[in-house]
């Protein structure tokens, strides 16, 4: 284990590297179509082969594991700092304040967020571009993925509104926001990093689920989501084992992500 | 013994010339991809509950799958009169269902009723709703029958292929029967199990009885990739409407068995969205009316590759409404649009379209730039519109694509307008124009492009809404050809839906299943199901 998780999270690093310069690495732009050679083999051109409509795969996986990669944390940040701030006051504040943050926790985490997705994606304006909607599909993931990881926050914050300190810094007349700034909210630091950590792999499997059903990122732009489409006809897959490579990263790069939370701050 | 020995070579190869003799017995099987919704084949609506009808149903009149021509089934022969709104049917004698129970013209008569029968809303009794006023079926002797209808009724004839007669008389109601086959076994979820005919009337040509098959097992089996995995091991012998991808899959494993039959009734098209209310923007409604724009459009796109890159070449470009698989109806004088990116902004610019660097600019200096939406999850209409983005990218022009859930883009197709272009798909299923009535008339709901014209909006679409009342009201099927065609030329000229590809259609059949003849018209590969049978007829054995 304390080999591993340096080793996930080099590889980690490297992969958020290479594709920071996916667009000097790529040998072909990801929407171009070569018409002439689609489902090639891998090839020196095309080095993973290409998909259905004579898109570069090599060329795809980099911008899409870009768009999936970037995106997913930034979803999780967002997720996680709604989550502190709903998690920690209620846990913090306690009382009604925190059954209802609770409940609306609960609620949260009952609601079937995936029709609800479907609604928002069908509601937006249809004029959007490809970036737009992709910003706006993780927004979403972002907006509705707080609540899990607000019971995490809430449960640590509970546990340390009786700590000696929290109570040594009342008794010195502290003020209630002063507390939780500086008492509270630096001690959830490791719950809220793990959170953070626990909930990219979870945007990314989430997006490729809306990607396999179509409803992910809009064409042309690639994502891990809509490559993984590319993988129902195994008949094509057979023939050119490349198809496999966005799998494999997200396999890869969804365990590295795991490896590298620390064990002790993962809810049990 | 040279001699011995060539006669014996010349037997052999005569043996193998013949055609082998059909043999009896056996259970074919193939899947049903939906539930039956009913076994009443007055109120069939659905695809599963069409199949067993064609399987059990008695019919008088059949279209000839093969060669589109009416023949006589249970009816010996029959007389259109009052350009359609007669018809007179002369009855087989001495038929009877399968429970026994005799066969005669009050059945026909009773089904007539039923059919029309306003409670029951049959969807096959509709097509015969040609104006208000009661449908009477008269029978006037055991073998006679005549059907009135208040108004003409256009191909009326065709539509009887639709109409398996019921027993009026039976205790079994429904499930006494004049087809090949009757429903012997019904376990819901899991399989129907059809078993032949004792009293089914035709014979082979050696006298012998049709149907040659013991059994018809029907799986109910939703998920396409096992359907194709039982194909391979043999333990179904028919896939129907195979997608292009699958047939590729098919056919490096089984060449032999894969079947594709050319051209289907089936189409692809997108349109503009031309409605006046539409909650767009004023100059994008002004593009969408345009005849020149719609054209330009239309040759932007690069149906020939669409067909090779999309469907693997099992496609071929569209023409208009009508297919050339409908050998009578199609317009044999209209050609697919051809692709020219150059011709195409030469239409443009006649229309003071301008392109600035990449980027294609109408009169007033609007960017050419649209969505196009389809429904999600249909990979072929994801990579066609994917395929015209680029296209379109080549005259400066900029599409979004948007996939939607299906009920999201009808609500949007058909209720708030809120679309600028949308691809989606015709399935076929009638031959005749009169099943298109809805689709043409300005003033339907279905008349997608601008529904539910209180009075036609350009002069193109009254003369469409002309065209299709006159090949309606006469039974002459050459005038009516004409007036038709009229119809494909104007739609051909002015691209209200712009025609994308016809898909082929293809099919599986196992080598052991023999006599076997697919086309395009459904049920594609077992029209001719009395006269298929099984190579090595035991229970199951496929391949």
């Not at chain 1, 907006?143 to 926050?153: D, L």
């Amino acid at each position: 284990m304390k080999v591993l998780r340096p080793t996930a999270a080099a590889f980690l690093v490297a992969v958020f590297i290479v594709l920071l310069f996916a667009g000097i690495l790529a040998p072909a732009p990801y929407a171009k179509q070569f018409r002439e050679s689609p489902n090639a083999l891998p090839s020196r051109i095309h080095l993973l082969g290409t998909d259905e409509l004579g898109r570069d795969l090599f060329s795809r996986l980099l911008y899409g594991s870009r768009v999936s990669l970037l995106l997913a944390p930034a979803a999780s940040l967002l997720a996680t700092l709604i989550a502190a701030l709903v998690g920690g006051i209620a846990g913090y504040v306690g009382g009604g304040l925190e059954r209802i943050a609770l409940a609306s926790m609960d609620l949260s985490m009952s609601m079937p967020w995936l029709f609800l997705l479907l609604t928002v994606r069908a509601v937006l304006p249809l004029n959007l571009a490809p970036v737009a909607s992709l910003l706006i599909t993780f927004a979403l993931l972002g907006f509705f993925g707080w609540a899990a990881a607000a019971r995490v926050i809430c449960a640590g914050a509970r546990s340390l509104r009786n700590s000696d300190f929290v109570l040594q810094a009342k008794a010195c007349g502290c003020s209630s926001l002063r507390i939780l700034l500086r008492q509270v909210l630096p001690n959830l630091g490791p719950v809220l990093y793990a959170q953070f950590l626990i909930s990219i792999p979870v945007f990314i499997l989430t997006e490729a689920n809306l990607g396999i059903l179509g409803l992910g990122v809009s064409e042309p732009l690639p994502s891990w989501g809509g490559l993984l489409r590319g993988l129902e006809n195994w008949g094509i897959v057979q023939a050119n084992p490349g198809r496999l490579a966005p799998l494999l990263l997200l396999f890869v790069v969804v365990s590295c992500f795991q490896l590298v939370v620390p064990q002790e701050d993962i809810p049990s | 013994m040279r001699g011995y020995r060539l006669a014996s070579l010349a037997a052999v190869v005569l043996l193998i010339a013949l055609p082998a003799k059909p043999q009896s017995g056996g259970e074919l099987r193939f899947v049903l991809r939906s539930e039956p919704k009913t076994f009443d084949p007055i109120l069939v609506d659905d695809e599963a509950s069409e199949t067993i009808r064609y399987l059990t149903g008695g019919v008088l009149i059949r279209v000839n799958r093969k060669t589109q021509a009416l023949e006589p089934e249970l009816a010996e022969s029959w007389k259109v009169s009052e350009g359609g709104k007669k018809i007179k049917f002369r009855i087989r004698e001495g038929l009877s269902f399968s429970d026994g129970t005799p066969f005669g013209a009050e059945d026909v008569a009773f089904t007539m009723q039923k059919l029309m029968d306003p409670d029951l809303h049959s969807p096959t009794g509709d097509s015969f709703r040609s104006s208000q006023g009661p449908v009477r079926a008269t029978a006037s002797s055991v073998r006679d029958v005549t059907v009135e209808f208040p108004a003409p009724v256009a191909g009326v004839e065709r539509l009887f292929d639709q109409v398996a007669i019921v027993s009026a008389h039976s205790p079994k109601k429904d499930s006494a029967v004049l087809g090949p086959f009757a429903v012997a076994e019904y376990k819901p979820g899991s399989y129907i199990l059809l078993k032949r005919n004792p009293n089914y009337w035709k014979k082979d040509v050696q006298g012998r009885k049709l149907p040659y098959l013991d059994s018809i097992r029907l799986d109910i089996q939703q998920n396409r990739d096992l359907e194709l995995l039982r194909f391979k091991r043999g333990e179904i012998q028919l896939i129907n409407n195979l997608d292009a991808a699958y047939f590729e899959s098919l056919a490096k494993a089984a060449p032999a068995a894969v079947h594709d039959i050319g051209p289907s009734l089936d189409s692809e098209q997108i349109w503009f969205n031309q409605v006046p209310t539409a909650p767009i923007p004023d100059y994008k409604k002004k593009w969408f009316r345009s005849t020149a724009f719609r054209t330009a459009i239309s040759e932007a796109i690069n149906r020939d590759d669409l067909c090779r890159v999309v469907f693997s070449g099992h496609a071929r470009p569209a023409v208009g409404p009508v297919s050339p698989a409908n050998l009578f109806w199609f317009n044999k004088s209209l050609e697919p649009h051809p692709h020219d990116s150059q011709s195409a902004l030469r239409r443009l610019q006649q229309e003071q379209f301008r392109l600035d660097g990449q980027v294609l600019k109408d009169a007033d200096g609007h960017p050419v730039e649209f969505s196009v939406v389809t429904n999600a999850g249909n990979k072929y209409r994801e990579q066609m519109v994917t395929m015209i983005q680029q296209d379109l990218e080549q005259i400066g022009i900029k599409l979004n694509i948007v996939t939607l859930d299906f009920p999201s883009l009808i609500e949007r197709v058909s209720r708030t307008f809120d679309y600028e272009l949308c691809l989606l798909g015709l399935i076929n299923v009638d031959l005749d124009p009169n099943a298109q009535m809805s689709v043409w008339l300005s003033s339907s709901s279905n008349h997608q492009w601008n529904p539910e014209q209180k009075s036609p909006a350009t002069w193109w679409e009254a003369e469409i809404d002309g065209l299709m009342h006159a090949q309606a009201s006469t039974n002459d099927q050459n005038q009516r050809k004409r007036y038709f065609d009229q119809v494909q030329k104007i739609v051909w000229d002015q691209q209200p839906f712009i025609y994308l590809v016809n898909k082929n259609a293809l099919a599986a059949i196992s080598p052991a299943l023999a006599n076997t003849a697919p086309v395009v018209l459904r049920p594609q590969t077992f029209w001719n199901v009395e006269t298929l049978y099984l190579s090595n007829p035991r229970p199951g054995a496929g391949q």
